[in-house]
């Protein structure tokens, strides 16, 4: 057998817990090997004041396994009538890590949404001053748009505008799927980055489409042809240091998936070291996964590197459908394929 490796404990800077009971599911499955996740806030009714993020946070914390160092990081959902002073609460207070911008009715639970970039910019301006990130789901919403077009739309119409006025701003393009991101993100200076997912990294619109309809790779924004997977491989394994690890997983409920109109979303965080390590493995560039899933975010975000290890170990195993809580079914993306690469934490 190969030897097993070591990496730094990583991060995950873009996680989808979702709320109540199935906290008790997505909250363990997280911390098995991640440290810190920024979590999302597009809750039902969503996180949209201190107190509900608190409140969020606390109904988080109660679903950490003793053994584990998993720390939430919490998030604000930008709306038309979000109010100012609790941004700046939640950040001096040390209650939210990042506010989150989703366009109206982009994505999942976004309907409350912004439906005026423009006018979000005093509100940029004082994110600006009090250091406190912008997270951005980079899609135009537009029905004129085509779906696989709208994150190149985005940096035209709004991305190169907000940088340009903030540039003290820090910027994450979060789940980029595109060359054109990729191409944009380099030229930028160190205040802005991208996360990049699992899925996109793993999968192109083939698999999605070619050969029948599968809903369970169906996410926002969408998956694109080859070569943009390839651009994205490309990026993440390169070592770039503002590209890193931002899961996107998303559970939905089966039948919620399997519909004629089904929700978008993809979850992996239950396995996502594997899936990432796998990519990384094939394109021989297993000396870059530190940098992408451990240093580079917590670099970007200027806190400490995580302490602890994990070990990754050259086995292969095959991934269950399932996750089930209650009797929910939580469908894995990856499901029944096998994979080569285990990871788990190595407690000292
Ligand atoms: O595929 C996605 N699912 N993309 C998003 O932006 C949101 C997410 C969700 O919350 O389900
Ligand atoms: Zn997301």
Known sequence: MEKPFFITQPDDWHLHLREGEMLAT??????????????????SSPIVTIDQAKNYKQNIIKHIPASS????????????????????????????FACKLYPQGATTNSEFGVTNINKMY?????????????????????????????????????????????????IVMEHITTVDAVEFIKEQNH?????????????????????GIKPHYYCLPILKRSTHQQALIDIATSGHNRFFLGT??????????????????????????ELYTEVFAKENKIGQLEKFASFNGADFYGIPRNTAKVKITKKSWQMPDFLDYDNEKFKLLGANETWNWSANIEHH
């Open 122 to 170: 005093p509100l940029f301006a004082i994110m600006e001053r009090y250091q406190i990130p912008l997270l951005i789901h980079a899609e135009v919403n537009d029905d004129k748009i085509d779906i696989f077009d709208r994150e190149l739309a985005f940096i035209d119409k709004h991305l190169i505008d907000i940088i340009n006025n903030f540039p003290e701003l820090k």
């Open 69 to 96: 160092n998993f720390t939430p990081l919490m998030t604000l959902y930008l709306t038309d009538n979000i109010k100012q002073q609790d941004i700046i609460t939640g950040k001096t207070e040390d209650i939210i």
């Open 26 to 43: 997505t909250v363990p499955a997280s911390a098995r090997v991640f440290a810190r996740a920024i979590v999302m806030p597009n809750l």
């Open 191 to 211: 205040n802005v980055a991208a996360t990049i997912t699992a899925h996109h990294l793993l999968y192109n619109r083939n698999h999605m489409l070619a050969g």
């Open 248 to 273: 996107d997983s998303a559970p939905h409920q089966l039948d919620k998936k399997q519909s004629c109109c089904g929700c978008a979303g993809c979850f992996t965080a239950p396995f996502a070291l």
